[in-house]
Nanobody, 121 residues
Framework: QVKLAASGGGLVQAGGSLRLSCAAS????????MAWYRQAPGKQHDVVAQ???????DYAGSVKGRFTISRDNAKNTVYLQMSSLKPEDTALYYC???????????????WGQGTQVTVTS
């Protein structure tokens, strides 16, 4: 059974930083593309950042230059470093795994639980 455990969310002021972590079981990060999605209240899941098994990355335009996705295969963990945070980044952030890159919400094979990020102005 694959499990994705996200952590690192919290409350931060605008301009601040947070690092999210996603611990994955089963070594899937070596063969699946990993992604961070977010969902704000009343909105759909939006992809934030993705990293393929070969290290290729892709970012949503709204976070490009501010967020960095990375992967530590030895620790089976994917990270999302978020800097220059804005109130509009407030959302529930989900870790996800897909056999497709880039992924879409419909192509996700495994979802983790969400971790809340709240950015105050």
């Amino acid at each position: 059974q694959v499990k994705l455990a996200a952590s690192g969310g919290g409350l931060v002021q605008a301009g601040g930083s947070l690092r999210l972590s996603c611990a994955a079981s089963g070594g899937i990060i070596n063969i699946y593309s990993m992604a961070w999605y977010r969902q704000a209240p009343g909105k759909q899941h939006d992809v934030v950042a993705q990293i393929a098994w070969n290290g290729t990355t892709d970012y949503a335009g709204s976070v490009k230059g501010r967020f960095t996705i990375s992967r530590d295969n030895a620790k089976n963990t994917v990270y999302l470093q978020m800097s220059s945070l804005k109130p509009e980044d407030t959302a529930l952030y989900y870790c996800a795994a897909s056999r497709r890159f880039p992924s879409t919400p419909g192509s996700i094979d495994y979802w983790g639980q969400g971790t809340q990020v709240t950015v105050t102005s």
